[in-house]
Structures are given as structure tokens and as C-alpha cells.
């Protein structure tokens, strides 16, 4: 195998993508004998088509019950990839974990599928607590979205 047959054997590689995940970043080092030379800057952005390009709008706390916090917002105008949406729940107002996925579209009560624009985040023991909303599409999760807090629930 020749120098050059074996450098254009190297110039491609594959990457698994880890399920949700939509916006990845990719740096170039090269490595011999001598060592791994420096990280440059990023080369290249990709954000998976599919994904919501926005943040939800009307994010509010409809009500506070001694351990439930109920949310509203504006319904997105449906697209074909918006699937739903996703309330996560934070102690320290930075890292989040999901409290809740509702579907883009449910029924109501007189059987009619309708936009979900409600949720409500149940058993919170007492304490302060965070709160984010972000779309979730056919390729994952938005990079956007809105927050509440901090926010006291009584017990």
C-alpha cells in the first residue's frame, strides 16, 4: 500500500450519534510519532435537521399546590417535526432533569385532538426549584428555551 493510497484511506470517519443529541462540533488533530498536535478551532457546526429552531412561547406557572407546579404556555404552530415538549426541574437553577414529556397534541375532554399547551410537575418536596421548557422534534431536543425561577413549593 502506497504513502498516498494510505493517507486517502484516512481522511474520512465515522461518528455514532448518540440518540437526542443534535448539535455536535468537530476539531481535526493529527497524530504521529512526535505526538497529537494542537486542538485547533472547531471545523464544523452540525444541527440535525428536525429540530424545533425556537424557544416556547408563554412559558408561565398556572398554579402552586403544596407539592405540583402547573404550567401553561403558547402551543406551537404544529410542524411535522415538533413532537412535544419537555419540563425539566433543577435545584440549583443549572443542572436540569427531566420532570415531565407531554405530546405535541392530546385529547380533550369532549374526545377532540387539540394543541397541548398545559402541564403540571407532581410530588416536589418542599424547596426552591427551576424550571425549563424546551421543544422536542424528530431529530431531538431544541437548543432553545424559556425558564422559571427560582420558584419556593411548599410541602
Not at 437553577?93 to 414529556?101: C, D, K, Q, R, Y
Not at 377532540?112 to 424547596?127: F, H, I, K, R, Y
Given at each position: 500500500l502506497s504513502l498516498s493510497a494510505l493517507v486517502a484511506e484516512m481522511t474520512s470517519a465515522g461518528v455514532a450519534v448518540p440518540s437526542g443529541q443534535t448539535r455536535f462540533f468537530f476539531r481535526v488533530l493529527a497524530q504521529n510519532s512526535a505526538g497529537i498536535s494542537e486542538a485547533p478551532a472547531p471545523i464544523l457546526e452540525l444541527l440535525f435537521e428536525g429540530v424545533p429552531e425556537v424557544a416556547v412561547e408563554g412559558f408561565r406557572v398556572e398554579s402552586v399546590t403544596h407539592n405540583q407546579v402547573n404550567f401553561r404556555w403558547t402551543p406551537h404552530n404544529r410542524s411535522e417535526s415538533l413532537e412535544g415538549y419537555r419540563i425539566r426541574v433543577s435545584r440549583d437553577?443549572?443542572?436540569?432533569?427531566?420532570?415531565?414529556?407531554v405530546p405535541v397534541e392530546a385529547f380533550n375532554e369532549a374526545g377532540?385532538?387539540?394543541?397541548?399547551?398545559?402541564?403540571?410537575?407532581?410530588?416536589?418536596?418542599?424547596?426552591r426549584y427551576w424550571f425549563d421548557i424546551i421543544m422536542l422534534g424528530r431529530s431531538g431536543p431544541s437548543l432553545y428555551f424559556a425558564t422559571i425561577g427560582p420558584l419556593w413549593i411548599p410541602n
Open positions: 437553577g443549572l443542572h436540569f432533569s427531566t420532570a415531565v414529556e377532540d385532538w387539540v394543541a397541548t399547551s398545559s402541564a403540571a410537575v407532581e410530588n416536589l418536596p418542599d424547596g
